[in-house]
Structures are given as C-alpha cells and as structure tokens.
T-cell receptor, first 115, second 113 residues
C-alpha cells in the first residue's frame, strides 16, 4: 500500500531563514508523480509543483526548490529566505492510479514564518 | 482564466435539509473529484468521475451523491445532511487521472447544525 509521510507537523522560523519540508512516499510503483500544495490561512489549495520519480534533478522556481532522492523516496521542498506570506500548511500528495488517480495527501506541515 | 469554481463558499444549514454544492471547471478536464478536509483526518476523497456519466466512490462516500451530466459540472449533493458532514469541501479537476496535476476550487465551508 502507498503511504505518504510528512514527519514535521509544525515548523516555526524567523523571516529570511531557509526552511526545508520533508516528504517520504513509500510505494511499490517504480514510476510515479508527486505534487506539492500550499494551503494558506484563507483555506484554498494552491498547486506548487509536480515532480516525477524518474527525474532526480533539483528544480528551482524563485525562492522555492525541490529535491528528490529515489533511494530514500524523499521529496523535499526548500524555501529560501522565507517570508511571512509563506506561512501556510504544505502538503505533498501523489496520485494513486490504482484508485482512480486519487490524491494521497500527507498529514501536512504547518509552516509559521515570524517577522 | 482556467479555474474550478465552487459555490457557495460558506453554508450553514440544518440537519436533514437537502443541499447541493456546485462545482464547475472551464478547462475541459475529464477527471473531477470531491474531497473533504477535517482536523486530524486530513483530506479524504468522497467521489470521483473519470468522464461524463462515469462516477465512482472514494474513501468516504456515505451520505453523499454526485452526478456528471456535463463535462464541466460535478455537483455534490447531500440529501439529508447531518452534523458529522460539517467540513471543508474541495472540488478538483484534472486532464487525466492525475499525472497532469489537479486544480482545486476555493473550497466550501459547510456547517450542519
């Protein structure tokens, strides 16, 4: 069975610090996708990025970067120079193709960035 | 603008009074689904639809109905709402079964008293 683990329940940092959010996806599938979503206090789910299991290159978009290590099934998300507006709950979520593409959401990591 | 539109954003209703939460997408996506989000339980899928007239149960379908008569619309129906259906509901759509990513609506916060 697939399992998504976001071990960090809450993280608190001071503005301008770098912060890394961890996600481990256990599956027997050899190829898969994984998405990261952001849920700010207003409640909506905002798509951040799609990663796939056959690309271990880091991906960078502005202050965001993503790192995938297949050996440990870890999809890590780093925010560089964090800002107060980054305060949100972050979810990693792979689709389960054996169940109609349902997203398997991790428990989420609540990031609080203090000024 | 490509988007998924849910209505209403907020709803307070009484036990047993039928209600419908609407969901519409303008991206010609085949795949649509409903999730509910509850503290401590996370996000769970209620129903999904892989195309017009094709729907299937997710993890927590009890007490809900859906229909997919048109590609763009996927309403969620609560025939007889109960307090345990108080939750934050999200509609999502995708081009396929997830590989291309999901777009979520803004959410509907439902309270059943």
């Amino acid at each position: 069975a697939q399992k998504v683990t976001q071990a960090q329940t809450e993280i608190s940092v001071v503005e301008k610090e770098d912060v890394t959010l961890d996600c481990v996806y256990e599956t027997r599938d050899t190829t898969y996708y994984l998405f990261w979503y952001k849920q700010p206090p207003s409640g909506e789910l905002v798509f951040l990025i799609r990663r796939n299991s056959f690309d271990e290159q880091n991906e960078i978009s502005g202050r965001y970067s993503w790192n995938f290590q297949k050996s440990t099934s870890s999809f890590n998300f780093t925010i560089t120079a964090s800002q107060v507006v980054d305060s949100a709950v972050y979810f990693c979520a792979p689709p389960n193709y054996n169940q109609g593409g349902k997203l398997i959401f991790g428990q989420g990591t609540e990031l609080s960035v203090k000024p | 603008e490509a988007q998924v539109t849910q209505n209403p954003r907020y709803l307070i209703t009484v036990t047993g009074k039928k209600l419908t939460v609407t969901c519409s997408q303008n991206m010609n996506h085949e795949y649509m689904s409903w999730y509910r989000q509850d503290p401590g339980l996370g996000l769970r899928q209620i129903y999904y639809s892989m195309n017009v007239e094709v729907t299937d149960k997710g993890d927590v379908p009890e007490g809900y109905k859906v229909s997919r008569k048109e590609k763009r619309n996927f309403p969620l129906i609560l025939e007889s709402p109960s307090p345990n259906q108080t939750s934050l509901y999200f509609c999502a759509s995708s081009l396929g079964r997830g590989g291309s990513g999901y777009t979520f609506g803004s959410g509907t916060r439902l309270t059943v008293v």
